[in-house]
């Protein structure tokens, strides 16, 4: 027989710990639901915008009813629950419904803060927490022309605004002289300030309430300093608390919250809580994504696979009234040993202030602009050091150096068919669409639903504005509990760690020993783990085939017919007339459709058949061409520009230098395509500033710069440094690449690597410590010995046969 | 329907995690082997475009397409929700280590 769970609270964490556990284990258990609201789950912090007449209720259902009879989940709607028998392990609901349980799980929220000022049951008084609060609203705002709202916080301002919308006139009472104090500083108050009485709210600050006026119903509230104000519904947003009481009297601890551990338990450990309701490391939650990992876990465990730790989480706010911008996160006030970095522009409204304590972002306010918020929570949760773009940072992720997007970032202003994932598609409409309609929360849920963000990555951050900026409030989780994939709840820093710490040596023994939770991994995870066994242990790692993907296993480039295309290496982007001529002989001989000159300098041969390319290579191989990795995540070229020998104002033989990096580099397998460049002179003609790893030749010697990406998203390099000879340039290359190849998450490209761990990381492992220095480039070099081999010349000669033979051949 | 089976080889011609391609007059068909050596076979053309599901990574019984990663279930020919569409699926059987397929996809799969 099944196990028993039953869930009380039938709100946003305990559904969605449900959703998640049906992921992992839809049979473990029966499932039966209590809740005291009359309907299916909703979304909570919709309501708002279904206060604003933006939305219907049926818009935000998340899982009506129907939802809990497909996956055979008992509801009891509209009970809520009394007690609980923790000996004989059963729930007493107050209608009398009994259900018993193995395991038990709290999601009870929380509830509304009543001043308890006199007048405060009056009627007409109301919290702002569920569709009957709104429903109440909505009412009153058809009978009665003033209402109250007590609370100038999130909750508060997003009620007033509703109410107004809806025609009612409307006074906010703040206790404070700051709106929202906890989210924004004084300058961003006011201009919120501003904008809202722009719209028609009357504010009051430093309003303290004394009394509530009224025969039945309210009519009006009486203020300390003895102002009244008509009222004939009085919103009471000034705080919540969580939902302890049931939890108390049948004495499972409790403090500010219901006290869980990590694995989301409570003191009784058959008893799961998760949500508003708890206490977690003496922290309590008001946002739907801390919830929603604790969810996660909670589920995890539920499903007896006993691994998964939730351990706090980083949020960031939003106001959802539309047509206001504003976003803070972390800890925005400062202290004695923080620096405040603040930028405002009074008559656009723009204004924001950056908290920075030891180079590292603390906290950030933005008013009136927010496209960079996810940038600056990024920077925060990753505790990146910004000493390298900190004069830029004020002006956002567009101005350093990016000047792929600019100011076309303006993700509010963006039209419905603006395309956001060039690589699927997508544009805005079909992402918001999907957000709304899908219920969807989460980038990765964005990406399954619409595939926007989930090839290139580089939409990513706007994706992540766009899903901010819809869905309200926060919705990205701390970036240490963000796995590798799916399989796993490791980290790729941890994944990489553990491998070298315990020697882990094949991509099995790593899925053992770190408990995968799938039996053979994924496309992400597979070619991600072969590629950190093979870069820490190059000479004993075993290289799995069938974890790379299709071009580094065929060693072409798939293309969109299925066809393959071939790019022999040229030494430095440099060719003779042998090769040349070997290259158009192939090409008559194998009848090629295109022949095309690539932006690296090379010569690419495109509509190959798969079973040619051994035969192809061949060839090439005969007139001494080796293969030119384009298909890898590897050293692809060496762009070059002819340099001293002839170009008039060369100052170094950058060619030589580009064929000797090449030399060096090639065959090396890196967490991304990776690209190099040696310029002769500062007029930089092979473009070594938008390359990872470029070198551009002056007078003096050479200057190395790092980081630069061509791609969608242009990124200028950073300097790294400059050095006198061809052989320190050869060695800092050695070492910027090991760094990289070690540091890096697969699939990474050194730009936002870089963005990622900060230049000055960088410099201090290459720059400042040559010890180390010279330990990168002699475990780059001794990688190399393992790597240098052409893999063409290999297959050419039988290696590999059965990637290229059909299995058979049939005439039916 | 009664099944024309072929002898299409032995199960050690098919890398573990991996596939080959049967050609037949009907197009390409992708013969997969999982882990634990189930074998499966797909017509070798994604429900999404068209790409050569052959060339993808087998995982438990998925294989994900190499052009646009959409995951399709070997043992239904299914792509994997949110994703919908499907490539035809083949019948195929063990008899010891000879692999044998029959031509005679089935039903109700347009693709
Ligand atoms: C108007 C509004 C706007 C918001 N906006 C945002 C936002 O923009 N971004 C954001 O991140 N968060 C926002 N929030 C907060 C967010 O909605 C909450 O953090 C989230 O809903 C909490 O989830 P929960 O499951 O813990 O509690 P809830 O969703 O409140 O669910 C608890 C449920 O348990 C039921 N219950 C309680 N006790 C019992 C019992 N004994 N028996 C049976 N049932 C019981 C309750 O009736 C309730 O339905 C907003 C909240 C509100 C009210
Ligand atoms: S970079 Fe300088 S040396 Fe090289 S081709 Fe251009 S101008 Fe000449
Ligand atoms: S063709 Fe298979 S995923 Fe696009």
């Known amino acids: 027989m099944k196990e028993k769970l039953v869930l009380i609270g039938n709100g946003m964490a305990g559904v969605r710990t449900l959703e998640e556990l049906l992921k992992v284990a839809p049979d473990l258990y029966d499932i039966t639901v209590f809740g005291a609201e009359p309907y299916g789950n909703y979304n909570r912090i919709m309501l708002s915008p279904v206060l604003a007449g933006e939305k219907t209720i049926d818009e935000i259902m998340l899982n009506d009813e129907q939802w809990y009879i497909d996956n055979h989940i008992t509801l009891h709607k509209g009970k809520e629950v009394i007690n609980i028998d923790r000996s004989a392990q059963k729930v007493i609901a107050s209608d009398g419904t009994k259900a018993s349980y193995d395991r038990l799980l709290m999601a009870t929220g929380s509830t509304p803060f009543i001043i308890p000022c006199p007048g405060h049951e009056l009627e007409g008084v109301i919290g702002f927490r569920d569709i009957h609060d709104v429903d109440k609203m909505l009412e009153a705002a058809k009978q009665h022309q003033h209402a109250v709202v007590i609370g100038g916080g999130l909750l508060g301002l997003e009620a007033a605004n509703g109410l107004m919308q809806q025609g009612m006139k409307v006074t906010v009472l703040h206790l404070m002289d700051t709106l929202m104090e906890r989210q924004l500083d004084s300058v961003a108050g006011k201009m919120l300030r501003k904008s809202l009485e722009d719209r028609g709210l009357e504010i009051l600050m430093q309003a303290s309430t004394k009394e509530i006026k009224g025969q039945d119903h309210v009519q009006s509230v009486l203020l300390e300093d003895g102002r009244e104000i008509p009222a004939e519904l009085v919103v009471m947003a000034v705080g919540i608390r969580p939902n302890i009481a049931l939890a108390e009297k049948v004495g499972i601890h409790c403090e500010r919250g219901i006290v869980v551990n990590d694995t989301m338990q409570t003191f009784d450990p058959k008893v799961y809580a998760v949500g508003e309701c708890v206490q977690h490391r003496g922290q309590v939650y008001g946002l739907v994504a801390p919830l929603f990992e604790m969810g996660k876990v909670c589920a995890n465990h539920l499903a007896k696979m006993g691994i998964g730790r939730y351990e706090g989480s980083m949020t960031s706010t939003k106001l959802k009234v539309t047509g206001i911008d504003l976003f803070s996160a972390g800890d925005f006030t400062g202290g004695e040993d923080t620096e405040e970095l603040v930028f405002q522009d009074a008559s656009r409204g723009v204004y924001r202030k950056l908290v920075v304590q030891d180079n590292k972002l603390k906290g950030a306010v933005m008013y009136g602009d927010t496209i960079d918020g996810s940038w600056y929570f990024d920077l925060m949760r990753d505790a990146t050091d910004i000493s390298d773009f900190r004069e830029n940072i004020l002006f956002g992720q567009a101005h350093l150096g990016d000047s792929g997007h600019g100011d076309e970032n303006r993700i509010a202003m963006m039209a419905d068919s603006a395309e956001i994932c060039g690589c699927n598609g997508v544009c805005k409409g079909d992402i918001v669409k999907a957000i709304t309609d899908k219920k969807l929360f989460t980038l990765e849920d964005v990406r399954a639903h619409t595939k926007a963000s989930s090839s290139c990555g580089s939409c990513t951050g706007l994706v992540e504005s766009l899903l901010a900026h819809t869905v309200g409030g926060d919705y990205s989780v701390a970036p240490h509990l963000k796995p590798l994939c799916a399989c796993t709840e490791h980290t790729h820093d941890e994944i990489r760690a553990t491998i070298k710490e315990k020697e882990l040596k094949s991509i099995r023994s790593v899925m053992d020993f770190m408990e995968w939770k799938t039996p053979d991994g994924c496309s992400k995870c597979r070619p991600a783990l072969n590629y950190y066994v093979m870069c820490a242990w190059p000479d004993a790692g075993s290289d799995d085939g069938q974890s790379r993907f299709i071009n580094e296993r065929a060693h072409a480039n798939i293309q969109k017919d299925a066809t393959y295309s071939v790019i022999p290496r040229m030494w430095g982007g440099g060719t003779t007339p042998e090769e040349l001529r070997a290259i158009a002989d192939v090409a008559e001989k194998f009848n090629v459709k295109t022949v095309h000159v690539t932006g690296g300098q090379r010569i690419a041969l495109y509509g190959l058949k798969k079973h040619e390319l051994p035969v192809i290579w061949n060839d090439l191989n005969q007139a001494g061409m080796v293969s030119g990795h384009a298909y890898g995540k590897a050293l692809r070229t060496v762009k070059t520009c002819v340099g001293k020998e002839w170009c008039r104002f060369g100052t170094q033989d950058s060619t030589q230098l580009g064929i000797e990096l090449e030399k060096m580099t090639w065959g090396s397998w890196t967490p991304h395509k990776y690209k190099m460049a040696a310029s002769g002179c500062p007029r930089n003609c092979a473009e070594a500033t938008i390359k990872d790893f470029g070198v551009v030749c002056v007078d003096s010697g050479y200057e190395l710069h790092v980081g630069g990406n061509g791609g969608i998203k242009v990124r200028a390099t950073d300097f790294l440094c400059a050095v006198s000879t061809e052989e320190e340039v050869l060695e800092y290359a050695a070492a910027f690449m090991q760094v990289y190849r070690e540091q890096a998450h697969y699939l990474e490209r050194t730009a936002p690597w870089i963005e990622r761990v900060g230049l000055a990381h960088v410099k201090e492992q290459i720059v400042d410590d040559a010890d180390n220095r010279v330990a990168l480039a002699e475990r780059f070099h001794f990688s190399q010995k393992f790597a240098q081999d052409d893999p063409w010349q290999q297959r050419a000669q039988g290696a590999e046969k059965h990637e290229f033979e059909p299995l058979k051949q049939l005439n039916a | ?111």
């Open chain 2, 1 to 111: 329907m009664s099944e024309n089976w072929i002898e299409i080889g032995t199960l050690s011609d098919i890398p573990r995690l991996g596939a080959r391609v049967v050609e037949s007059k009907q197009g390409d068909i992708a013969v997969f082997r999982t882990a634990d050596d189930e074998v499966f076979a797909l017509r070798d053309k994604c429900p999404h475009k068209g790409g050569p599901l052959s060339q993808g990574i087998v995982h438990g019984k998925r294989v994900a397409c190499p052009l646009h990663d959409w995951k399709i279930n070997l043992d239904s020919g299914l792509a994997v929700a949110p994703d919908e569409g499907c490539a035809a699926y083949y019948p195929v059987k063990l008899e010891g280590d000879a692999v044998f397929l029959s031509l005679t996809p089935n039903e109700g799969c347009p693709n």
